[in-house]
């Protein structure tokens, strides 16, 4: 039997009888579980997931439904409040959700019909996501051209408002044999449920269409990637998302000339042109960093009464630069504390110096600097979430030779 949600996918509204309310929990994640009841009607027009679409949202009576599955030719409803058995409840489907399924369900159904019929590429699965979807075709590769041609050709269907009308067939009927089918669920129960596209396509389905191609307003191909196993994946927008797509396209367009300053037919080339300069002047600075690091230490080194704790913060700074200043200052004379980052906030420190100091002062800086790391060969590298306490961190070193010197 098929639902009324199958029978007419318009409906928006619909009143039904509760068969079954029983405990259950919904698996929001592996270690997530909420509780609620099982609601099972004698009939719905709120979708349960299946063909690749997910499920509808609605309400039956004042209560919300949080998902809507499948078992055998019924529809399960999770709500959180209990419904009693027997009683008459009036069912809401979310329109808004329903019909952009609707859209992208049989946007799919005539991809699939026409790439297979023009190039003789097979549609070997789909997903439906929240903004783009993808099918999977059985080909190693697809040309732009043959893509083109693709999105001509779906529209133009669009445009000759085609109708698309689901029926039942009994199994075992002949008329199967003509009609294009992945399989059936392993609990599939009663006639089999075929979506036609007049003229162009049969199709074994269970989910919610479009009455006519017209519906479905535009079609857009986006890309094709390669997929797993020698197949390409096609991805796409129809309907509304359509609509959506473009303007939010416009609207990063506007964005970008704005930032770019140049009309949009100039948008790459002009990124391009800022991407080799940020490359000219990242490596240059790289290269100024170093001579700094050179200098910070040669300086430090050229004091006759230096102290003998050594600290140096570059807030554009990285690991590199705290590696040079270390190796020209050296390990064996000195404890050298060097960070990069926000010196408020977050960033990255380096200690070094005679080893078994560094071992021994390594964890008690980062625990000054709220952070964590580990000491190798004279060196204790971590990271800080505290750099604001570094005047702390170079008290803790000194306090260290103080004690040292008093032994």
Known sequence: MALQCQRNSYR??????????????LVISK????????????????????????????????????????????????????LEVGSEVRMEVDWTRRFDHMQQHSGQHLI???????FGYKTTSWELGSKVSSIEMDTPAITMDQLSE?????????RRQIPMTPRLLEPGSPELDQVRSRGLPDDHMGPVRVVEIEGIDSNTCCGTHVSNLSHLQAIKLLSMEKGKKGKTNVTFVAGNRVLEYVGRAHNREKSLTGILKCPPEEHAEMADKLQKSLKLTNKTCTGLL???????????????????????????G?????????????????????????????GTFLLSGPADVVEAMGPKVAEVLEGKGAAKRGRFQGKATKLSNLKMAED????????????
């Not at 699939?112 to 023009?118: H, P, R």
């Not at 693709?150 to 133009?156: I, T, Y």
């Open 112 to 118: 699939t019909a026409i790439a297979e019929a023009k």
């Open 396 to 407: 803790v070193l000194r306090e260290h030779f103080k004690t040292q010197q008093a032994a």
């Open 150 to 158: 693709l999105e001509w050709e779906v529209n133009d269907c669009i």
């Open 290 to 316: 170093r001579d700094v690091a050179v200098l910070e230490a040669q300086r430090y080194k050229s004091q006759p009464n230096r102290d003998p704790v050594f600290s140096l913060h570059r807030k554009e």
């Open 31 to 82: 270690k997530k579980k909420q509780p609620g009841y099982e609601v099972i009607l004698e009939d719905t027009i709120l979708f349960p997931e299946g063909g690749g679409q997910p499920d509808d949202r609605g309400k039956l009576n004042d209560v919300d439904v949080l998902r809507v599955t499948r078992k055998q030719d019924k529809a399960v409803h999770f709500v959180e409040t209990p």
């Open 12 to 25: 928006t509204e619909f009143s039904s009888k509760v068969v079954s309310c029983d405990p259950g929990q």
């Open 318 to 346: 990285d690991s590199e630069f705290m590696n040079i200043v270390a190796n020209e200052i050296g390990n064996e004379n000195a404890l050298v504390l060097l960070s990069v980052g926000d010196e408020k906030g977050a």
